[in-house]
Nanobody, 113 residues
């Protein structure tokens, strides 16, 4: 299983970005998918989760601003991030849960004016 995240970049406060994570392998549709982030000097934390049946959950700090979704036909999970704040600056990682956690390489999101 391989995960490839993309879509990070530099955005001004209040702006939007959409992260994508493409997954190789046949277990995507039966797996929970998550987006984590790690800010400089801090631990990696779960930001958003989507189960195999489409149920979602978010950390309080992003509720109402971020939306996680998945396209099982494309083996891809997305994170739509709106109303971005400087405190959202971090490296974002996607993960796949199927007996164990699989990780992709991170993509850097910088929110700054």
């Amino acid at each position: 299983v391989q995960l490839q995240a993309s879509g990070g970049g530099l955005v001004q406060p209040g702006g939007s970005l959409r992260l994508s994570c493409a997954v190789s392998g046949s277990i995507f549709s039966s797996s929970a998918m998550g987006w984590y982030r790690q800010a400089p000097g801090k631990q990696r934390v779960l930001v958003a989760l989507i189960t195999s049946n489409g149920s979602t959950n978010y950390v309080d700090s992003v509720k109402g601003r971020f939306t996680i979704s998945r396209d099982n036909a494309k083996n891809t999970v997305y994170l739509q991030m709106n109303s971005l704040k400087p405190e959202d600056t971090a490296v974002y990682y996607c993960s796949l849960g199927h007996g164990r956690l699989y990780w992709g390489e991170g993509t850097l999101v910088t929110v700054s004016s």
